[in-house]
């Protein structure tokens, strides 16, 4: 059974820090562009970071650019989110996510083919 697990989120005070990690099991995701998708009440999940398969290539939203940064660790079928500078406006349920072998980094979220079940981060003080 493929699986994708999220962990790290959690409360945050405006300023802080946060690393969420998206552990796959089931089959190897090597092959396999990753994305951290974020969606809050009321909104549309919106890719807020991503990294190809390559292990080079990123692509960050706008909002976030300069605060969070991702990567990816192989051998171990992880994908992290190193989220810095955190605002009240990245509270949101984060999600992590795999493309369909060998594509490239896309920021629709239905071109997506496996889905972990998500970890709120919410920043407040």
């Known amino acids: 059974q493929v699986q994708l697990e999220e962990s790290g989120g959690g409360l945050v005070q405006p300023g802080g820090s946060l690393r969420l990690s998206c552990v796959a099991s089931g089959r190897s995701f090597s092959s396999n562009s990753m994305g951290w998708f974020r969606q809050a009440p009321g909104k549309e999940r919106l890719l807020v970071s991503a990294?190809?398969?390559?292990?080079?290539?990123?692509y960050y939203a706008d909002s976030v650019k300069g605060r969070f940064t991702v990567s990816r660790d192989k051998d171990a079928n992880a994908v992290y989110l190193q989220m810095n500078r955190l605002e009240p406006e990245d509270s949101a349920t984060y999600y992590c996510?795999?493309?369909?072998?060998?594509?490239?980094?896309?920021?629709?979220?239905?071109?997506?083919?496996?889905w972990g079940q998500g970890t709120q981060v919410t920043v407040a003080s």
């Open positions: 990294i190809k398969w390559d292990g080079w290539t990123r």
């Open positions: 996510a795999a493309q369909p072998d060998w594509k490239g980094i896309d920021t629709n979220a239905d071109d997506y083919a496996y």
